[in-house]
């Protein structure tokens, strides 16, 4: 079965910093892909960005960017340049393609940013 | 750009009452989920649609709820007789395929309270 860890339930970063939301994640399939999603207060799941287990490079898009270290098996986003407006809970979340196909997510770090 | 609707965006019922969750999935997608959010917590994987037909459902997803694609277009989402502890938000998704994709499409959500 297929587990997402996310260890910190709150973090706190002032604008325009830069911040690490720390993800880890178990699965014995060897195909799987890793999503970030963030959810602001109004409640809609809003797709970050995507890490494939077999991608050569770290995933960006803009100011998101993830850390993928495969013997690890962690996948942290960071967010460069903090603004307000990414206060919102983020998840992580797994999707393997051996076994079922749904994402498994993590309990979700809430982030403040603080002007 | 292309997007998954819900309906409605909040239903309030009495326990014990029937509520249907409608989902209008993206045209071309082959894949369809329902995932439910208990308040503060995490997503959680409720079922998967494949072909007409559930290709996987959790633990949760008991003999009180159901999934229809009555109409080629819409896909919904029945709790027969609703409980206090169904009160979360529910969250459709869809993508184009199962196996290779790098983005699961998410819905707005609908979110029930049950009285």
């Known amino acids: 079965a297929q587990k997402i860890t996310q260890t910190q339930p709150g973090m706190f970063v002032q604008e325009k910093e830069a911040v690490t939301l720390d993800c880890t994640y178990d699965?014995?399939?060897?195909?799987?892909?890793l999503f970030w999603y963030k959810q602001p207060s109004s409640g809609e799941m809003i797709f970050l960005i995507y890490q494939g287990s077999y991608d050569q490079q770290n995933a960006t898009e803009g100011r998101y960017s993830l850390n993928f270290q495969k013997a690890r098996k962690s996948a942290n986003l960071v967010i460069s340049a903090s603004q307000l407006g990414d206060s919102a809970m983020y998840f992580c979340a797994i999707f393997t393609q051996g076994g079922s196909e749904k994402l498994v997510f993590g309990k979700g770090t809430k982030l403040t940013v603080n002007p | 750009e292309p997007e998954v609707t819900q309906t409605p965006s909040h239903q309030v019922t009495q326990m014990g009452q029937e509520v249907i969750l409608r989902c209008v999935p993206i045209s071309n997608h082959l894949y369809f989920y329902w995932y439910r959010q208990i308040l503060g917590q995490k997503v959680e994987f409720l079922v998967s649609?494949?072909?007409?037909?559930?290709?996987?459902k959790s633990e949760i997803f008991d003999d009180q709820f159901s999934v229809e694609r009555p109409d080629g277009s819409n896909f919904t989402l029945k709790i027969r007789s609703t409980k206090l502890e169904d009160s979360a938000m529910y969250f459709c998704?869809?993508?184009?395929?199962?196996?290779?994709?790098?983005?699961?499409?998410f819905g707005p959500g609908t979110r029930l309270t049950v009285l």
């Open positions: 649609f494949y072909n007409n037909e559930i290709s996987e």
């Open positions: 699965t014995s399939d060897p195909s799987y892909g």
């Open positions: 998704a869809s993508n184009p395929e199962g196996s290779s994709y790098n983005e699961q499409f």
